[in-house]
């Protein structure tokens, strides 16, 4: 009898990542410089290192508790409430996890249901669609668009929700457009929510990185949204810990005991070197937080700049590490564009078409990266454009 | 404006317009800015940070370590001035430690640079010893790494 492995229907049917597929051509061609990478270009500051490594010599080794690091939980805690205003009860309302995408990944895995519709704002961080429908939802984009500087609207919201409705995934700010919701764009959003029972998972990851005067508010501390939201963050791009693998989820008691139920099972806990570092980072990481927030700001205004003097247009990205420009003046797609601007002038970045269908015409572009490698790539992207007849 | 000096401090070829973009005001502000700081001794001078072993140019240095008596009234100020004055000398510094002043000094040859020590510096009524130091390679110089090339080295997700 021929053996044949039986695979789940759901994850074969799944696309791979588009933002991996130009990656792995970029890597096989010399001389590419890439914009494409969405991760600090900064390593993580070396007293956040050495708490690391001084929890290896003491060899403290061991899992630690599922939870996380009671210690370190409370510091999260301490984290939410200074920086977002929120309480949470470090004993049962916040979960260390592996990266924020681990919490993502618990949250839909803990909140839906088959058939449950789950609401993604799109374009969007690439892991949300395939994970909400591993976990047996039905996912329905709902476009956002530039002349709303990429923000959800209460009417799109409002014009999305039926009655199986379950779950909105907010993430803001947003990878990749780099477009934020204010308080005033939140306040209208919880206002069409408030009479329906949609709950929220709200990835803040890059909350510590806007620019200009307003800082980050979180969904969950507008009026009546704590105890529908799972609030996550983590350490990778705020702290520059990305390889560490920390992140976490807070939120109401009776849906963060189900998911540390899940991450239990699955999970264990988050690796305990990286718990120790993170303590370190959460005690005496602002200043360096504010440092490299700092510098990207500087790199951000000049790309936009670069980009809207190309014409390749883009809206003033207020949040995360990248911009969106639109490319419509090429008259190409965003496949097409990045193709080429990959095969002619060696410059890769990621087509927009990989955050969901309505990316199509933008490319997304980091400036992780030094402002000369940064300068190099847009004086590339400038000749591109102007050899093909921008 | 600590961030427009450090910006020309990582690379002072950033034209005034770059600089406006990158901190967010005008052109205007930005020269305006520059003036001020050169007029009131702020920025000092601008130059490239050259690797000379690329070169024909027969380029060596050493960092010579002097012990000095200070000087009444002038304290090491009187002695700094006239070695700062040599055309050979490149940075002149009053140090802590177990000696008072750390001279980088460069020459066309290690001879030029040995003869300089003994003919002109040790020579000083105020110098009481001297050490120096050859340059056999730079690794890194202001800010810039000379070694190798810098690699990006996060791996592709």
């Known amino acids: 009898m021929s053996f044949q492995i039986r695979l789940n229907k759901t994850l074969e049917r799944l696309k791979p990542s588009g933002i991996r597929r130009f990656f792995d051509i970029a890597s096989e061609m010399d001389d590419v410089i890439s914009l494409s990478i969405g991760e600090p270009d900064f390593s993580t500051p070396w007293h956040i290192r050495e708490a690391g490594i001084q929890s290896l010599e003491k060899g403290k080794t061991w899992y630690s508790p599922n939870s996380g690091l009671f210690k370190l939980r409370k510091n999260i805690a301490g984290y939410i409430k200074k920086h977002r205003g929120l309480c949470y009860d470090p004993k049962d309302e916040i979960l260390v996890t592996v990266g924020g995408s681990e919490a993502i990944d618990l949250g839909l895995r803990s909140l839906i249901s088959p058939g449950d519709e789950v609401l993604i704002p799109q374009p969007s961080f690439v892991c949300y669609e395939p994970l909400a429908q591993l976990a047996g939802g039905t996912v329905k984009p709902i476009v956002t668009r530039a002349e709303d500087c990429f923000r959800l609207t209460a009417d799109a919201l409002r014009a999305a929700i039926t009655p199986r409705t379950r779950l909105l995934i907010m993430s803001y700010p947003n990878n990749p457009t780099g477009g934020v919701m204010r308080r005033e764009h939140l306040e209208e959003i919880a206002a069409v929510l408030r009479d329906t029972d949609i709950f929220v998972i709200s990835d803040e990851i890059y909350g510590e990185l806007t620019y200009g005067q307003q800082k980050h508010v979180s969904l969950a501390s507008i009026d009546g949204m704590q105890e529908r939201t799972m609030l996550i963050s983590g350490f990778s791009k705020a702290f520059a810990m990305t390889g560490w693998r920390l992140g976490y989820a807070c939120g109401p008691r009776v849906l963060m005991k189900q998911v540390i139920k899940l991450h239990q099972y699955a999970l264990m806990c988050a690796p305990t070197t990286a718990q120790y570092a993170a303590i370190e980072a959460l005690e005496n990481g602002d200043g360096d937080v504010e440092a490299m927030r700092s510098e990207y700001d500087i790199r951000r205004r000049y790309i936009v700049d670069r980009l809207n003097k190309i014409g390749l247009t883009c809206f003033d990205p207020e949040g995360a590490f990248y911009v969106f420009p639109s490319i419509k003046i090429t008259g190409l797609t965003s496949e097409q564009f990045c193709k080429r601007l990959l095969e002619e002038k060696r410059v890769a970045v990621v087509p927009g078409t990989a955050f969901g269908e309505s990316g199509e015409g933008f490319v997304r572009i980091s400036y992780c990266y030094s402002l000369k490698h940064i300068t190099e790539a847009m004086d590339r992207i400038e000749e591109f454009i102007i050899n093909n007849g921008g | ?157």
């Not at chain 2, 000096?5 to 406006?20: E, F, I, P, V, Y």
């Not at chain 2, 072993?53 to 002038?74: G, N, W």
């Not at chain 2, 001879?111 to 050859?134: E, G, P, Q, W, Y």
């Open chain 2, 1 to 157: 404006m600590e961030k427009l000096l450090k910006l020309l401090d990582s690379n002072a070829r950033l034209t005034d317009a770059q600089l406006g973009v990158m901190l967010g005001c005008s052109e205007k502000e930005i020269s305006e800015k520059i003036a001020e700081f050169e007029r009131c001794g702020t920025i000092r001078g601008y130059k490239a940070v050259i690797d000379w072993d690329k070169t024909d140019r027969a380029y060596v240095t050493a960092l010579i370590e002097l012990r000095v008596s200070p000087k009444r009234d002038l304290g090491f100020e009187g002695i700094a001035d006239t070695i700062m004055r040599f055309d050979e000398v490149e940075s002149v510094y009053l140090v802590s430690g177990g000696y008072d002043l750390a001279v980088i000094v460069s020459g066309r040859t290690f001879k030029d640079i040995a003869m300089f020590v003994a003919k002109r510096l040790s020579t000083l009524d105020s110098v009481l010893s001297t050490s120096t130091h050859f340059v056999l390679r730079r690794y890194k110089d202001s800010g810039v790494i000379f070694l190798g090339e810098e690699k990006d080295e996060r791996g592709v997700l």
